[in-house]
C-alpha cells in the first residue's frame, strides 16, 4: 500500500511473513496421506494438529498416521505427552507449535500443520483481532493451567466477577468462549466486553493483520455419504485387529485407578473409543461389545460433522478476516479412485505457486459445484445486542444435574417449545397426577 509521511507516522516496517502450509478435514479423510505427500515434494516437515494424537502410545485410537506410511518424514508434537493423566491444552499447543515452526523455517524448510482440532490450529495461525490489536503480556503459568484445568462452573464464576457483563453474554456451560474471554480480560488487562464494544465503534468488518503467518490451507472434504462408509469400516478394521480393545483395556487399567474417575470429555479420555467401549472392557459381555461398536461409529460419524461445521462457521470467516495472508483450497476426497488428480496433483501444483509467493487464482480454490461449501456459515451473531444476553433457567430441564440454561430470550421461546421441554413437563404432570392417585387410595 502506497504511504507517505505527510498522511501520518511512518508505518513501522515489518518483515516479510514466513510461509506455512496447514492441512485441515475431518477424521478419515486423507489429511495424514496428503501431508506426507506434501512434505516429500516440497521439503517439509509434519506438525500434529490433533490434540488426541499429542499423547504417546495408543496409536489406534487415536488414528495416528502408520510408520511405515510417513516415509521418513519428520513428525513433530506427535505423541510427546507422556501423562495421560495429564490434560493438553491450548496454551501449551501454541507455545510448541510457535517453537517448532520457527525451528523449521530457520531450517530453511516448509512446515506442514496437519490436524482435525481446528481450533487448535485457528487459534494458532489466526491471533484473535482484538488480542492482537491490544499487544497483551502472555498468560502465567498459574493463569494457563487454571484455564486448563478448572471445571466450566469455576471458570463462569471467575469470569463473571472480572467481566459480569461478558459472562452474561455466554452460556455457562460454553467452556471455550469463556475461557477465551478470560484470557483476554488477563492479558489485555481490560475488560472484553469493552474490547468488543471499541471494535463494534470502529466498524467489524476491517481487515486486521491477524495471521501469524502467510498461510496456505487446504480442506481435504469429502461427501458424507462417501466419508461415512469408510468411517465405519475403520471402526470395524480397528476392532478387528485387536489392537483398539487393547489400547481402551490398557487405558482403563489407569482411569479406573484415578479418584475421582476424571470427566470422559477431558484429557485423553475424550478420544472416541474409550468411553464407548469401557462397559465391555469392565462387563466383559458380547452385547456390551457389540453396543461399543455401534457406539463408536456413530460418535465418529458425528465428530466429522461437528468438523465440518467448525470449519465453515469459524475457520472461513476467520481466514476471510485475515484477508489476503490465509488462503483456504477445497480438495474434493469423497473418490478415493481419484485421490491422485482430484487432491494430490492440484493440492503439490497450488503448494508450489504459494511457495513461489504467488496468489492462487480464485477458480483454483474451489472444485467446480462446491463453490457453496467456502461460504462462510455466518452465526447469528448476538453480541450488538445486550438484551439478548440475559440468562434464563429452566426450572424444570437438568443439564447434568444443574438446571438447563438458554441465553438471550430468543432461544428461550425455542426451547419452552422445544421437544425436550415439553417432554420433561408432561412427564411431571403424569408423576403428578400418579401421586395425587396414590394420595387418594391411602
Ligand atoms: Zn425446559
Redesign the pocket.
Known sequence: MASTQSEGPSPTMRLPKQNLIAVIGTTGVGKSKLSVALARVLNGEVINGDSMQMYRGLDTITNKHPIPERHNIPHNLLGHVTDRSSEYGLPQFEREAAKIVDDIHRRAKVPILVGGTHYYIQSFLIRNMTVASSEPRNLTEEEAKFLDECDTSELFAKLKGVDPLIASKFHPRDRRKLRRALEICWTTGRKASQIYADQKQHGQNQQVDNARYRTLVFWVWSKPEALNPRLHDRVDDMVKKGNLLDEVQEMSELYLNLDPLPDVDRGIWQVIGFKEFLPYIVSGKDEDREKGIQDMKRSTVKYATTQVRWIRRKWLVAAAEAGNDVTTVLLDASDLSQWDEKVEKPATEIAKEFLSGREIHKSLRVPDGLEDMVQPAQEKDNSARPDNWRHFA?D??MDDGEK?VCVGEERWKV??RSR??RQ?LKHINERAAFERWKAARE
Open positions: 429452566c424444570i430441564c438447563f426451547h419452552l425436550r421441554h420433561t
